[in-house]
């Protein structure tokens, strides 16, 4: 089991240009996740998705969008990027049920806008 | 609203002696909460989890949580550090089926030998 993938690992971005966080996960889990994390500032919330086709706004979404066409994908679209968005995203997936369940996070990726 | 706050963004300790890393809530309803640890490099991997069941929680690799709601409290602890533990931790709260959870700024936890 893969679990959750994201790629690419690193990348590095000039100050206006476009790029795509792929993730993708093999587990049938309804919900998916994206993250950034800042040092000093935990995990903040950026996008989240319940099931295909249905996504939601979390904590901090300017400069973003995403799609969750199918269950198993959830790609991170940055449109006109900036030195603000140098960070590292991670991609989670869960499966929830009565009795609680837990994240499982994909290894991110480090992104620097230069 | 639902928030986590960890005490102590640094903790050191010797190996052998007692990890103690501290967690408290706000949630106006029952929460599930949950222990991650993240290894340099790495993504997030699930500690522990409280989700109503028993107050005192034990994970994988010897660590163990107790939920103590007149305290707000869901601290993470174990007996006894090992070189292996130095990882950043997070804390998390989340109160529904299919809701967000809330992270905490994270506690980085030095073992020294």
């Known amino acids: 089991n893969a679990g959750v993938t994201q790629t690419p690992k690193f990348r590095i971005l000039k100050i206006g240009q476009s790029m795509t966080l792929q993730c993708a996960q093999d587990m049938n889990h309804n919900y998916m996740y994206w993250y950034r994390q800042d040092p000093g500032m935990g995990l903040k919330l950026i996008y989240y998705?319940?099931?295909?086709?249905?996504?939601d706004k979390g904590e901090v979404p300017n400069g973003y969008n995403v799609s969750r066409s199918t269950t198993e994908d959830f790609p991170l679209r940055l449109e006109l990027a900036a030195p603000s968005q140098t960070s590292v995203y991670f991609c989670?997936?869960?499966?929830?049920?009565?009795?609680?369940?837990?994240?499982?996070f994909g290894s991110g990726t480090r992104l620097t806008v230069v | 609203a639902q928030s986590v706050t960890q005490l102590g963004s640094h903790v050191s300790v010797s190996e052998g002696a007692l990890v103690l890393l501290r967690c408290n809530y706000s949630s106006s309803v029952p929460p599930y909460l949950f222990w991650y640890v993240q290894y340099p490099n790495q993504g997030l991997q699930l500690l522990l989890k409280?989700?109503?069941?028993?107050?005192l929680v034990k994970g994988i690799n010897g660590f163990e949580a107790e939920f103590k709601k007149s305290e707000t409290s869901f601290h993470l602890t174990k007996p006894s550090a090992h070189m292996s533990d130095a990882a950043e931790y997070f804390c998390a709260v989340s109160v529904a089926t299919g809701n967000q959870f809330y992270f905490g700024t994270g506690t980085s936890l030095t073992v020294i030998p």
């Open positions: 998705s319940v099931g295909a086709g249905i996504t």
């Open positions: 989670a997936s869960s499966s929830w049920d009565r009795k609680g369940g837990g994240y499982t």
């Open positions: 409280y989700t109503s069941a028993a107050t």
